[in-house]
């Protein structure tokens, strides 16, 4: 357990005066504070100085731009689900992050460590795999563009270099043609980690119940969020009927390998795997055929 007193921390206030800073050797990156806190309360972080990115307000947006929306990785998750953008073009996103924690969580927590603490339950993550997001990094050497189904290399492991830091997250705005939803088991309805999340984004079809795309990803099942590729290829094209609800719903466990612990055995997780990809498949279905 770590005190108060022995914490140093350091607060630039823009982003070219943060980036020469940005070296996970010296310094552990603070936003909300709301993941790092626990962790360092908890005395499972090692001890380094706090760089505190708090203040970089350049990093708190959501813009449109073209096709696309763009995130700051300061956003919080209260303004993620009350923005009317995301709701209106990514209803997936605002639909997960209006399902974490409490008011005190979401206003303080941002989608940039939501990302950067790489749960495998973190539950903007499956909506940004569903939407095909890419994460957009920078350090003092120029800035990258990461497709976020290649983020996470590993349990908690983001796929950000020494000096590098999240700075947008962006996709193409869901337009008529698409639709598609976030689900969640989780022990308690607010304040608990996800036990297992899905999320579903479906490109429908000319023909009535017949979808052309789809994009099925499961969160806490894995030690990475996971896409069901099995799932996805037994959607698209064909009549979504029962069967087919059926069997893209059961192809989820080929793609999942999850772990016993405090939450849920995997046992219990496999089969809510199955069953929140089968609910989520019907209530779309439902909404698509009217
Ligand atoms: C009571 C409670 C309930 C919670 N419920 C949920 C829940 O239901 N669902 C859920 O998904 N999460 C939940 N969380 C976890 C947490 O709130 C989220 O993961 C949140 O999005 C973290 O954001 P933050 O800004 O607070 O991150 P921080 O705690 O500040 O940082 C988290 C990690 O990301 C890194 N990081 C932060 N920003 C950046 C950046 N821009 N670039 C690079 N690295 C960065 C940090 O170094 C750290 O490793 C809960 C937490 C608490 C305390």
């Known amino acids: 357990m770590i005190t108060l007193s022995e914490i140093e921390v350091e607060t630039p206030k823009t982003l070219e005066e943060a980036l020469p800073k940005i070296d996970s050797t010296r310094y552990r990156i603070i936003a909300g504070g709301t993941d790092v ?35 700051g990785s300061l956003t919080s998750l209260a303004d993620i689900a009350n923005s ?5 073009f990514a209803t997936i996103l605002a639909h997960a992050a ?20 790489a749960s495998p339950s973190g539950d ?58 976030f689900l969640r088991h989780a022990l308690r309805l607010a304040e608990a ?4 999340s899905v999320s579903i984004w479906l490109r429908r079809s000319v ?4 979808f052309s795309d789809a994009r099925i990803a499961l969160g806490a099942v894995a030690p990475t969020v996971v896409r069901a590729y099995e799932s996805e290829e037994i959607v698209k094209y064909g009549i979504l009927d ?14 999942i390998s ?18 929140l990809t089968y609910q989520g498949l019907h209530d779309l279905l439902a909404r698509n055929v009217g």
């Open 37 to 71: 806190i626990i962790q360092m309360k908890e005395g499972t972080l090692p001890k380094k100085k706090l760089l505190n990115i708090y203040q970089l307000n350049e990093l708190r947006y959501i813009r449109t731009d073209g096709e696309n929306l763009r995130i």
């Open 84 to 88: 009317r953008e995301i709701n209106e």
């Open 98 to 117: 209006g399902k974490i924690g409490s008011m005190q969580i979401t206003s303080k927590a941002t989608i940039g460590g939501n990302l950067g603490n």
């Open 124 to 181: 903007c993550i499956p909506p940004l795999y569903a939407l095909d997001a890419r994460v957009v990094v920078a350090s003092t050497k120029g800035s990258r563009e990461i497709p976020v189904k290649d983020f996470f290399d590993g349990y908690k492991h983001p796929d950000l270099r020494q000096n590098e830091l999240i700075i947008e997250i962006n996709f193409k705005r869901m337009d008529d043609g698409e639709d598609g939803l």
């Open 193 to 196: 980690c996800s036990v297992v």
């Open 207 to 210: 023909r009535k119940a017949e």
């Open 242 to 255: 029962e069967d087919r609800i059926e069997a893209a719903s059961n192809a989820v466990l080929g793609s």
């Open 258 to 275: 999850p772990i016993t612990d405090v939450r849920g055995t995997a046992e219990y997780r496999r089969d809510i795997a199955v069953n």
